[in-house]
């Protein structure tokens, strides 16, 4: 599983880069059309949240700590996502997925056996 959350961490990293010029342009939208929706910043939140996660997802890849921070932080960019969609409708998707990482993170971490210092 180890494997699979540092491929899970590098995907992550590159949508960071699809999210966050996704948002920016949904926010200059939103600004332009002064109706008051907070989705693109809502998505460059979402984006910074995969990006840390994806980085410590890989950094920590052989921590069960490490796995538990990074599906955290997946989680935590899932919600706010999810409540600030608004017309930006991809960001539903980026926050299910961003959901399906932390349960993966989650699952592996738990699964993960604890290294006993002996």
Known sequence: MKTSRMIIGIISIVL?????????????????????????????????CMLIAGIVGIAARKSKAGSFVSGGFYAFGGLIG???????????IWSGLSFIFAVVFILTGIMQKAKHLE
């Open 82 to 92: 999810m409540a600030n969609a608004g017309s930006y409708s991809d960001l539903r």
């Open 16 to 48: 960071f880069l699809v999210v966050s010029l996704q948002s920016c342009a949904a926010g200059v939208g939103n600004a332009l059309a002064e109706n008051g929706e907070v989705s693109g910043s809502a998505g460059f939140l979402l984006a910074i």
